[in-house]
């Protein structure tokens, strides 16, 4: 491989994930799992704490109910390093995946950087769900080596990633963060081409905009609305319940920043949801959105 070629599947020995929150927590812990030498970088090291214990918990409580071996699991924690070091571990990854905040100016900040320290082989991809790469990928000088690398929450056990390319974005490079997601033993979805929100956001930002409407028009409590998505259409949990697993802050930063790229009213907020946010109703995380999980 000469310095400005992609890396292919194979060739990818070392991930770096940028962003020890939930998702980068659980990102990095599959690509470990999957036998990748993986990096998890955070800037504060009580987050690479937290992430680590909530791994060690869900990882523990994996083992006792058969789903993983406990050797299995030894030899991920082997293979995973948390670090505050980014520079050290850019210098020597194959693969970037940043799940930092939703913040399009962190985002081009951080990519202009790890353009500077990666190799010049190494693919950055971007876990966004709504900020589509192209508008980070300016901020390099490898566009081509840029793409959404969209995992779903929980990412331990969500099997779809979502591969997006911008209008520069290559083959070889689509190829290799599809074959990458495989490997992770993931089912990848393949975009040809990028819209804000990809395949399963819309889809899911449709049944709750209706579910919302019904809400906000006094049509039926919310309560009613998750048991009929549950009962009829055989969903695991209702659009309310979803919203409150996922993250009222999520879903209220991502209509906001479909909004920033589409300039259309509709992609704004919920005024619901934009009262739970204001009132830092996050969810399960604060213990308290659409339900109370207090107790």
């Known amino acids: 491989m000469t310095e400005t070629q992609t890396a292919t599947a194979s060739e990818v020995n070392r991930v770096s994930v940028i962003g020890a929150g939930t ?4 990102i990095a812990m599959v690509a470990a799992l999957a036998g990748f030498s ?47 070091d980014r520079d050290a571990a850019a210098k020597q990854s194959d693969f970037v995946i940043e799940a930092a905040v ?4 962190i985002k081009k900040s951080l990519f202009s950087e790890l353009d500077e320290l990666c190799p010049p082989h190494t693919i950055l991809a971007t876990n966004s769900s709504n900020i589509v790469s192209s508008r980070i990928a300016e901020a390099t000088n490898r566009p081509e080596k840029v793409c959404n690398m969209h995992f779903f ?31 992770m033993g993931k089912d990848p979805v393949q975009l040809h081409k990028e819209v804000p929100g990809f395949v399963a956001n819309r889809l899911l930002n449709a049944l709750r905009k209706e579910a919302l409407d019904l809400y906000n028009k006094g049509i039926v409590d919310f309560q ?16 309310f319940e979803l919203m409150d697993l996922v993250g009222i802050d999520v879903v209220y930063l991502i209509r906001l920043a479909e909004y920033e790229q589409t300039g259309d009213p509709a992609s704004l907020p919920d005024p619901a949801v934009k009262e739970l946010y204001e009132a830092g109703r996050y969810g399960r995380k604060s213990g308290h959105g659409w339900y109370s999980y207090e107790s």
């Open 153 to 183: 929450n929980p990412a331990l056990v969500m099997k779809c990633v979502e591969v997006v390319p911008n209008p520069q974005t290559s083959a070889e490079t689509v190829a290799t963060t599809t074959a990458l997601a495989e490997a």
């Open 224 to 239: 009613d609305i998750d048991t009929a998505a549950k009962t009829a259409l055989g969903h695991p949990m209702g659009p």
């Open 23 to 26: 998702m980068g927590a659980q």
């Open 102 to 105: 939703e913040d399009l100016g």
């Open 38 to 84: 993986t990096d998890l970088i955070d800037i504060q090291d009580q987050q690479l704490e937290q992430a680590r214990t909530g791994l060690a918990k869900r990882l523990d409580r994996d083992v006792q109910k058969g789903r993983r071996s406990q050797d299995e699991v030894d030899t991920a924690w082997a293979r995973l390093n948390l670090t505050t």
